[in-house]
């Protein structure tokens, strides 16, 4: 049920659109987001205030805005609305297991800094439930996005448990979701682009880990993102059904870390029909020359005749074509051409959405 405060909350938010700029006294003003650099561990991605920018609901831990608490923020936001909802979220280490609803669409998250607004939890698949069972890879997720056009801008994603299961920081279960300047923070199975059949976008982000630590059955696009392997293991491992056109594409990404030389492998499918593509990347020295690994089942027939991995014009020494896995792929310049953001995603542009915030 929602509470009396979460009722009138919703009815500030409609308020709100209504009287634009003129304001009531809870009404948030920052301004919009500089945009230039790379999002990483030393990128803090700060906001200058304005008057000129408009803000439906405040988050503060200090209670200067309109909540403290950013599930408190999400049960707000009016259920099934076609308008935008957008929510700034003050710097604070925010630690809470989130739900954004299905029903709550076109939802979007401002952080005042990367690096200092950092919404975060501590579970992991070994962890006992309520139920007296394991939560599982599934549900050790920190932040689960079920509300489809959820965007975050200048926000850390983190799961925060020790280094003994996986441990989600994001699973996200939703079409057209977007983010820019976010960090993702993790061990193993950091990332969970869980959604079949949806469309998820990644820009000057973040994203760390060592096993598996990017993974699932969604189709995204990774552009100018650093991607950190903090020791060895496997970077994607993407799940895709057969009849998807496009998994996981990397773009003019830098491919770093801390692994040890040669003990990092660039992905593996973790089902038959999985789909991972480097262009125009950066690869540091701890990426094995083979590049891919089987992961052999045999319940699963082999995947090297049914998953596509693939490279185009990647640089640096962990890029060596000649030594990759024979059943794995070298673009052509007319090949790698097909991977735009518009041929990936199905026709969403999710940079002109972006632009907008």
Not at 322 to 350: C, F, K, M
Request: glycine content about 10%.
């Amino acid at each position: 049920m929602v509470d009396t405060n979460a009722r009138e909350s919703r009815r500030t938010v409609v308020r709100r659109r209504m009287i634009g700029l003129v304001g009531t006294g809870l009404l948030g003003t920052v301004a919009g987001y500089s945009g230039d650099g790379k999002a990483s561990s030393g990128t803090s991605g700060a906001m200058d205030c304005s008057a000129s920018d408009e803000y439906d609901i405040v988050v503060a831990q200090d209670g200067s805005g309109d909540y403290e608490t950013v599930q408190a923020a999400i049960d707000a936001v009016p259920s099934d609305t076609s308008e935008e909802t957008r929510v700034y979220i003050k710097e604070g280490r925010y630690k809470e297991k989130l739900e954004l609803p299905a029903d709550r669409t076109d939802v979007t998250f401002i952080g005042e800094s990367v690096e200092k607004t950092v919404l975060t939890y501590d579970d992991h698949a070994d962890k006992i439930g309520d139920d007296g069972e394991e939560i599982g890879t599934s549900g050790s997720s920190s932040f689960f996005v079920y509300g489809p056009d959820f965007t975050a801008k200048n926000i850390t994603f983190e799961n925060a448990a020790p280094d003994v299961a996986q441990a989600v920081a994001i699973r996200i279960k939703a079409d057209r979701v977007a983010f820019e300047n976010c960090r993702f923070l993790g061990n193993q199975d950091t990332l969970y682009n869980y959604g079949r059949r949806t469309r998820q976008y990644f820009e000057d982000c973040y994203i760390e880990g060592d096993v598996d630590f990017i993974f699932g059955r969604a189709t995204v696009f990774f552009e100018d993102c650093e991607i950190r392997c903090k020791g060895e293991g496997f970077i994607a491992a993407p799940a895709q059904p057969e009849d998807v056109a496009h998994g996981f594409v990397f773009r003019d990404c830098d491919v770093v870390g801390d692994a040890p030389s040669e003990s990092v492998y660039l992905g593996r499918p973790w089902e038959p029909y999985g789909q991972t593509v480097y262009i125009d990347c950066d690869l540091g020295d701890h990426i094995r020359p083979q590049g891919w690994e089987p992961w052999d089942e045999p319940e699963h027939g082999d995947k090297t005749k049914t998953a596509f991995f693939a490279e185009y014009d990647n640089s640096g020494p962990g890029y060596t074509p000649n030594q990759r896995a024979d059943w794995s792929h070298q673009l052509s310049e007319t090949e790698a051409e097909q991977y735009t953001i518009e041929a990936v995603l199905d026709g969403w542009d999710p940079q002109s959405r972006l632009e907008k915030r």
